[in-house]
């Protein structure tokens, strides 16, 4: 059964950080990309960053860029969102998933988790 799970949200000041991690319950996890989105009260399902299945290629999105930084470690199934100099408007559900193919548009994951909550406080 393939599951995602995240963990290491919570609440922050701005300017701090945080480590999202996500581990995958399915034995071929090397094998996919991932992704992590967010979404924020009253806000469309956003993308924040993507790692291809080596771990060679990352994506960010320009709102995310030089702050945040994904990576993942296939032996222990496990991919990670470093998130430093937070900022409010970065409050959000943040959730990862799993894609045959490497991209940031959601239509491409098949596989989520149910989401972890980070909320930056000014």
């Known amino acids: 059964q393939v599951q995602l799970v995240e963990s290491g949200g919570g609440l922050v000041q701005a300017g701090g950080s945080l480590r999202l991690s996500c581990s995958a319950s399915w034995r071929t996890f090397g094998q996919y990309a991932m992704g992590w989105f967010r979404q924020a009260p009253g806000k469309e399902r956003e993308f924040v960053a993507a790692?291809?299945?080596?771990?060679?290629?990352?994506d960010h999105a320009d709102s995310v860029k030089g702050r945040f930084t994904i990576s993942r470690d296939n032996a222990k199934k496990t991919v990670y969102l470093q998130m430093n100099s937070l900022k409010p408007e970065d409050t959000a559900l943040y959730y990862c998933a799993a894609a045959r193919a490497f991209g940031s548009s959601d239509r491409q994951y098949g596989y989520w988790g149910q989401g972890t909550q980070v909320t930056v406080s000014s």
């Open positions: 790692i291809n299945w080596n771990g060679l290629s990352t």
